[in-house]
T-cell receptor
Framework: DAKTTQPNSMESNEEEPVHLPCNHS???????IHWYRQLPSQGPEYVIH???SNVNNRMASLAIAEDRKSSTLILHRATLRDAAVYYC????????????FGTGTSLTVIP | DAGITQSPRHKVTETGTPVTLRCHQT?????MYWYRQDPGHGLRLIHY???????DKGEVSDGYSVSRSKTEDFLLTLESATSSQTSVYFC????????????FGQGTRLTVV
């Protein structure tokens, strides 16, 4: 499975936008880019996913580079509740369906 | 939470004893997964199931077995628990046409002493 590379940690001020980067230079044409986050003492939760085009939902936006070798998760206004570990995951669209998590980016939100 | 329940939520057991963790779902999803989470490793896939009696190994399956005799239950068994299996265990299901979205349980904290 193709791997992803994320910074170990990032900080953001409350109510400011946050851009969480992910590199996936070995991505294949059938890999979807998924983002999950894990709040303290909870299981991971789905944030967003995409294939080629940028995606928006109520939680975040996903910006995908034209060559698909990198992507950025955008939180438009960070809140204290956004403090979590964010995982960028590549996953094939067909069956098998495993998710392989890396160590993610630990986001600290400063009041 | 997509109707996922893990039991027990906490367990302390002795080295060498068998342990079974249960994952129960209420919505008849086909795919179910067991992960373990340890500091510095993120989540690692142990086993997964793609239907009743259909299971496959993940990246850290040694020392673990699974069973799925009913759609709603996915059991993870440690035949003879070791201290290296002290971890937080998460069950998950995937939903959607391409199983694109995963929902995780609240986790089971297992301590092997």
């Amino acid at each position: 499975d193709a791997k992803t590379t994320q910074p170990n940690s990032m900080e953001s001020n409350e109510e400011e936008p946050v851009h969480l980067p992910c590199n996936h230079s070995t991505i294949s044409g059938t890999d979807y880019i998924h983002w999950y986050r894990q709040l303290p003492s909870q299981g991971p939760e789905y944030v967003i996913h995409g294939l080629t085009s940028n995606v928006n939902n109520r939680m975040a936006s996903l910006a995908i580079a034209e060559d698909r070798k990198s992507s950025t998760l955008i939180l438009h206004r960070a809140t204290l509740r956004d403090a979590a570990v964010y995982y960028c995951i590549l996953r094939e669209s067909n069956t098998g369906n495993q998710f392989y998590f890396g160590t993610g980016t630990s986001l600290t939100v400063i009041p | 939470d997509a109707g996922i329940t893990q039991s027990p939520r906490h367990k302390v057991t002795e080295t060498g004893t068998p342990v079974t963790l249960r994952c129960h779902q209420t919505e008849n999803h086909r795919y179910m997964y067991w992960y373990r989470q340890d500091p510095g490793h993120g989540l690692r896939l142990i086993h997964y199931s793609y239907g009743v009696k259909d299971t496959d190994k993940g990246e850290v399956s040694d020392g673990y077995s699974v069973s799925r005799s009913k759609t709603e239950d996915f059991l993870l068994t440690l035949e003879s628990a070791t201290s290296s299996q002290t971890s937080v265990y998460f069950c998950a299901i995937t939903v959607g046409d391409l199983n694109t979205e995963a929902f995780f349980g609240q986790g089971t904290r297992l301590t092997v002493v």
